[in-house]
């Protein structure tokens, strides 16, 4: 379907003389079959070109696109170089081998705070000689003061999805369980990562001969929860010899989770823990062990965008209102929506009806404007940090969200586009070059029940804004309630 609509026959059927908004506010209405299902802004940023618009001043469900503003935002409010600390502190004295007092991890609201990055952690205290803690593990959540965040009603059959994980200050290892099964000449083994004693497996899959490898959805993972706070995850299908199936999880509350998570590495490079987990304040007069320090914002901002990471841009917007908390405020959500408001006005964008909500576009309430998206990436263009925001968004038909986009169209590498993605909502937001070598600022959004085509049509703008800018001479009104915003093509 996407090959008939991009073919250079489809473009060359449009009458050559139309102003280019025109064709695709008529396109995306014989598509979407509604005149008001998609916004367009489009603005040439060092080259010839006409600016466009299409119902732009229509406020929209944006979608994850608004993970560009939270991550713009972050770029210049705190810095490419803003790191999270998480600090691993001790009440006690070390006697021999032995720690005997509590080990505190205070935690300081790190976005991708990973296994890996745990055990090397924590792989130090067995460096120092300590093989056991006489005392509790005791988890610092302060960093972060929230009131939490409004509930997303997915429509989707998967509350454990990786993308609807809730951002918190005691965050690690994105709070995920890693589930895979392999079939050999056994039968089949499962396992899972990291190995929490509160997981289980109930392994149902049948092994057979070798042959084609399965894809996922031809397996059932059912997760059964216990009042022990363990869960049994059953799975169930057959898996042929050589092949291994996989999926992500998120099962556990944050804080068990993280706790589990430490004790289990612990337990892994030989220190023995004889107390319980809890959360709680660390002393003042607690010393500091040892440490680990994030990645800096920008490799951050670049797994938000590239992937399009929920729970990763909620605890970046999260970090925004902890680091500018003022008197009186206890919710950094709202502190951090405030932050990107003020920002965004003292760059003399209009901010009426734009609706942030949780910085990550997961939202059934977020809106934005075509209009004002496309003003935020011409500001994005002239930042400083321009070359770091633009180095986090997918490249067409190559990686992230567009990898599987466009391809064999001519635009492979011709644009760094962010997607999004919701029930009756398609986005893209980004950078496109056109056959002349113009850059363009684009922004489309598809609000549509059904919005299934909705992705082939903003590819369709993508295409036409490439193969056919708007440089002409004709002069069109861009959308009937645009007022005075005219074009010249």
């Not at 960093?143 to 509350?159: A, R």
């Not at 059932?220 to 291994?244: A, I, K, M, S, Y």
């Not at 990763?312 to 929506?337: K, N, P, W, Y």
Request: charged content about 20%; proline content about 7%; some cysteine.
């Amino acid at each position: 379907m996407l090959a008939c609509l991009l073919a250079p026959g489809a473009l060359a059927a449009d009458n050559p003389g139309r102003p280019w908004s025109h064709e695709m506010r008529d396109y995306a209405a014989r598509s979407l079959k509604d005149d008001h299902a998609l916004s367009v802004a489009a603005v040439p940023l060092n080259g010839p070109g006409i600016e466009q618009y299409v119902n732009a001043d229509q406020p929209m469900s944006p979608g994850s696109i608004m993970k560009l503003v939270t991550t713009y935002a972050a770029l210049e409010i705190l810095g490419p170089t803003h790191r999270w600390d998480t600090d691993v502190l001790t009440d006690g004295q070390i006697l021999g081998d032995t720690l005997k007092g509590n080990l505190y991890v205070r935690f300081g609201g790190d976005p991708k705070l990973t296994l890996e990055r745990l055990w090397s952690t924590l792989r130090e205290l067995r460096g120092m000689g300590i093989t056991r803690v006489d005392g509790h593990l005791v988890l610092d959540g302060r960093y972060f003061q929230l009131e939490g965040f409004p509930p997303f009603e997915d429509n989707g059959d998967n509350p454990y999805a990786p993308f609807l994980v809730e951002p918190s200050a005691y965050l690690t290892n994105l709070n995920l369980l890693h589930f895979q099964v392999r079939a050999d000449e056994r039968g089949t083994q499962a396992w899972v990562t990291p190995a929490l004693p509160e997981i289980r497996i109930d392994n149902r899959v049948t092994a057979l001969p070798e042959g084609p490898c399965p894809g996922r959805s031809r397996f059932e993972w059912t997760p059964l929860f216990h009042g022990d706070q363990n869960v049994t995850v059953r799975v169930t299908g057959e898996l042929p010899q050589g092949c291994r199936t996989t999926t992500y999880l998120s099962l556990l509350p944050h804080e068990q989770y993280s706790a589990s998570l430490i004790r289990s590495v612990l337990s892994e490079i030989g220190i023995t823990l004889t107390g319980a987990g809890m959360t709680g304040p660390t002393p003042e007069d607690a010393r500091l062990l040892t440490r680990t320090t994030s990645p800096d914002l920008v490799t951050m901002v670049r797994d938000i965008n590239k992937w399009s990471s929920n729970v990763m841009a909620r605890q970046l917007l999260l970090t925004l209102g902890a680091e500018h908390r003022e008197e009186g405020e206890h919710d950094d959500r709202v502190t951090g929506i405030r932050v990107i408001y003020q920002w965004l006005e003292r760059k003399g964008i209009n901010t009426a009806g734009m609706v942030i909500d949780n910085g990550a576009g997961l939202s059934r309430h977020g809106r934005l404007t075509a209009r004002q998206g496309i003003q935020i990436l011409q500001h994005a263009w002239n930042s400083p940090y321009a070359a770091d925001l633009m180095a986090s968004m997918p490249i067409i038909a190559m990686d992230g969200t567009m990898a599987r986009r466009l391809r064999n169209t001519g635009l492979d590498g011709l644009g760094r586009i962010k997607t999004g993605y919701l029930e009756n909502v398609r986005s893209i937001a980004g950078f496109t070059r056109d056959e002349n070598d113009t850059t363009w600022a684009v922004v489309g959004m598809v609000n549509n029940d059904p919005a299934w085509n909705g992705q082939a049509v903003l590819d369709r703008v993508l295409y036409s804004l490439h193969f056919r800018p708007p440089t002409g001479t004709a002069i069109s009104k861009a959308s009937p309630e645009s007022g005075p915003d005219r074009a010249i093509q």
